[in-house]
């Protein structure tokens, strides 16, 4: 069974602080990663995509990929008290013949002003 | 642009009763069609995948169904509910891409209850 683990927090920080959100895989062939905010009640919303080894970064949000420790990250700058959410990794992985999205169940981020 | 509107967004229904959910998508053509459900604090887990008109793959042995009637609307249906259906219910789209997955998108939801 492939899995996506995330800490479920929550994570509470500061505001102007940076928040670290981390994301382990166990299929280690996955080439395609993801991350998701989802505000309570809301469906989720796509952030970041990051497919090769290494940092991506768009605005505040920095995605960090290391393939040989099976490992993501998402890094928020200067959070924001609108950034309070749970954040979702995503791991594209072969599994019953066809490529699919396995999630975690997410991690809370909580930023305080 | 794309869009993916999915309804109702909130429905209450007893044990037993039927289910229909509907989703269509706006803006694209032969996109890829997921049906995700979320439980409460939970994950989400996929439950149908659609790569095409009457094409539909189950994830999970379960008494719901989908089908896709037309290019882009997937619909998800139960003939008798259970308690466990409860949920939040995501339909999610992707573009095309040999056997990838790509990014999902997805729509706003719909809640349901089971009493």
């Known amino acids: 069974q492939k899995e996506v683990e995330q800490n479920s927090g929550p994570l509470s920080v500061p505001e102007g602080a940076i928040a670290s959100l981390n994301c382990t895989y166990s299929d280690r062939v996955s080439q395609s990663f993801f991350w998701y905010r989802q505000y309570s009640g809301k469906s989720p919303e796509l952030i970041m995509s990051i497919y090769s080894n290494g940092d991506k970064e768009d605005g505040r949000f920095t995605a960090q990929l290391n393939k040989a420790s099976q490992y993501v990250s998402l890094l928020i700058r200067d959070s924001q008290p609108s950034d309070s959410a749970t954040y979702l990794c995503a791991v594209e992985a072969l599994s019953g013949g066809y490529n699919k999205l396995i999630f975690g169940a997410g991690t809370r981020l909580a930023v305080h002003p | 642009s794309q869009t993916i509107h999915q309804w109702p967004a909130t429905l209450v229904q007893p044990v037993g009763s039927p289910l229909s959910l509907e989703c269509t998508v706006e803006?694209?053509?032969?996109?890829?069609l997921y049906w995700y459900r979320q439980a409460a604090g939970r994950g989400l887990q996929l439950l149908f995948y659609s790569v095409g008109i009457g094409q539909i793959s189950s994830e999970v042995p379960q008494n719901l169904s989908a089908s896709r009637p037309q290019d882009r609307q997937f619909i998800l249906s139960s003939k008798k509910l259970l308690l466990s259906d409860s949920g939040f219910y995501l339909c999610?789209?992707?573009?095309?891409?040999?056997?990838?997955?790509?990014?999902?998108?997805f729509g706003e939801g719909s809640r349901l209850t089971v009493l």
């Open positions: 999610a789209w992707s573009l095309r891409r040999g056997s990838n997955t790509g990014e999902l998108f």
């Open positions: 803006g694209t053509s032969n996109p890829n």
